[in-house]
């Protein structure tokens, strides 16, 4: 089913890493509702990306979310290091821990937005006892680690999967469940998907339930930014 307000995180990852505040600028007059910012530890997968302190750079440049994308072993050590750079949202991955709940409960004890990710090999059947412990989840549709990937279309069941156990359980945004009857009393529980999204894959997304598109090198090769966040926002 289509949700109504489809929210785009533009990945920074595809921007120039020389020039990550005036990147920022740009995604924010560009109309995104946020950044997202993958965070890579050469372990848990084989890229290296940001730290805590680039995250800084970004979040002085900017006033819009930062939505931060761990893929990092032993994620809760690093939880208060970003916060105190500007996290918004920490998304950290199922498979990269072995205390899921200590470090969801810990994200929201400091007042910021917790999320899980799930790589595409994990099943859904993993997936719905967290529902109502955290913000949000993160559906990979590649496998984590590099940009501009092949959006992988057999993710697109777990995506629906997801979002009808949401429906059937009343559960809404934040992971709360509302009674019979309320659903429209608070918005959707936020499905985040990421890899190989661009306007096609958007669409089949959507259309599953997803409801937060992260996008890199489709909005990167897009003449104007701003447009490619609209095309992605009306699939
Ligand atoms: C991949 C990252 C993504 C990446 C998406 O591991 O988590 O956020 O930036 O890039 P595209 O849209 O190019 O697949
Ligand atoms: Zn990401």
């Known amino acids: 089913m289509k949700q109504n307000k489809i929210q785009i995180f533009p990945s920074i990852l595809s921007g120039d890493f020389g020039r990550l505040a005036d990147e920022a600028k740009r995604l924010e007059q560009a109309g995104a509702d946020g950044i997202h910012v993958d965070i890579m530890d050469g372990h848990f997968v084989p890229n290296l990306t940001f730290g805590p302190r680039a995250l800084g750079a970004i979040n002085r440049a900017t006033n819009l979310f930062l939505d931060v994308h761990m893929m990092i072993y032993n994620p809760y050590d690093y939880i208060e290091a970003f916060i105190q750079e500007g996290a918004d949202r920490l998304t950290f991955h199922f498979e990269a821990t072995e205390d899921v709940d200590d470090a969801l409960e810990f994200i929201r ?3 910021k937005k917790a999320g899980l ?9 993993m997936i719905p006892k967290y529902l109502t412990r955290c913000d949000m989840v993160l559906i990979m549709t590649v496998s984590p680690g590099f940009g501009g990937q092949q959006f992988m279309a057999d993710v697109v069941e777990k995506i629906q999967l997801t979002r009808e156990c949401c429906d059937r359980n009343r559960i809404r945004q934040g992971g709360v469940i509302v009674p019979q009857g309320s659903e429209e009393s608070l918005p ?3 499905i ?3 890899g190989g999204i661009n306007a096609e894959t958007a669409r089949a997304c959507v259309k599953a339930g997803a409801n937060v ?4 090198s489709f909005l990167y090769e897009q003449p104007s930014l701003s447009q490619g966040i609209q095309m992605l926002r009306n699939v």
């Open 109 to 111: 004890k400091c007042g």
């Open 213 to 216: 598109l992260v996008s890199g």
């Open 188 to 190: 959707p529980f936020d």
């Open 117 to 125: 990710a799930f790589c595409p090999e994990t099943s859904f059947s």
């Open 192 to 194: 985040q998907v990421d």
